[in-house]
């Protein structure tokens, strides 16, 4: 069965980095993104396989980096300069499709389970 597993989490202090990883088998569209505690699920990054082009949600544009290796079915998500506000459960997520927004999570039909980043001050 299709499923998406990520990894990667943990707890680290501020200005730190974090690297996640998701495994999927094959898609169109993947991207990131996570939930604080008593919030709202926020759109982080998305990866357009086909041409590989990046969007970022401007609070963490120039901090993030996603990117995908295909040979190994993984999406990535390097976190550098972590700040408190950042501590999420985070949720790699994925279509097929070519329609659909970057950012809106009902267009996304895999979800993984979640992995979760702790930010200390």
């Known amino acids: 069965q299709v499923q998406l597993v990520e990894s990667g989490g943990g707890s680290v202090q501020a200005g730190g980095s974090l690297r996640l990883s998701c495994a999927a088998y094959r898609s169109y569209c993947m991207a990131w993104f996570r939930q604080a505690p008593g919030k709202e699920r926020e759109w982080v990054a998305t990866?357009?396989?086909?041409?590989?082009?990046?969007y970022y949600t401007d609070s963490v544009k120039g901090r993030f980096t996603i990117s995908q290796d295909i040979a190994k079915n993984t999406l990535y998500l390097q976190m550098n300069s972590l700040k408190p506000e950042d501590t999420a459960m985070y949720y790699c997520a994925a279509r097929f499709s070519i329609g659909g927004s970057p950012w809106t999570p009902t267009d996304f039909d895999y979800w993984g389970q979640g992995t979760r980043v702790t930010v200390s001050s």
């Open positions: 990866f357009y396989t086909r041409d590989s082009s990046t």
